[in-house]
């Protein structure tokens, strides 16, 4: 089993920068894709960015020039930059973790909550 926690996040204006951290711990196999999905109010969980243990970046097309994912593999951690946050960024934030020879091991946090105001 593998657990991810997630930190960071919060309230903030438009037109400013949050940072996203999540710690992945248990049954963890180094290759695998960690990433982050959001999912706003009656909407679907999208795809914000992830990346491979390799460094094989994706990137939503409007999460690009905006936002940064890093990876610390020693650590089993993830990151996201969000900078020129818009009020449309507004969501629940999932840290993701799949396992790249069993996709169906996929692992998702707790969520944390971003809020940019107008």
Known sequence: QVQLVESGGGLVQAGGSLSLSCTASGN???????????????????????????????????????????????????????????????????CNLVNRLQTRLNYWGQGTQVTVSS
């Open 28 to 94: 963890i196999i180094s290759f695998n894709i960690m990433g982050w999905y959001r999912q706003a109010p009656g909407k679907q969980r999208e795809l914000v960015a992830d990346m491979t243990n390799g460094g094989i970046i994706k990137y939503a097309d409007y999460a690009k020039g905006r936002f940064t994912i890093s990876r610390d593999n020693a650590k089993n951690m993830v990151f996201l930059q969000m900078n020129s946050l818009k009020p449309e960024d507004t969501a629940v934030y999932y």
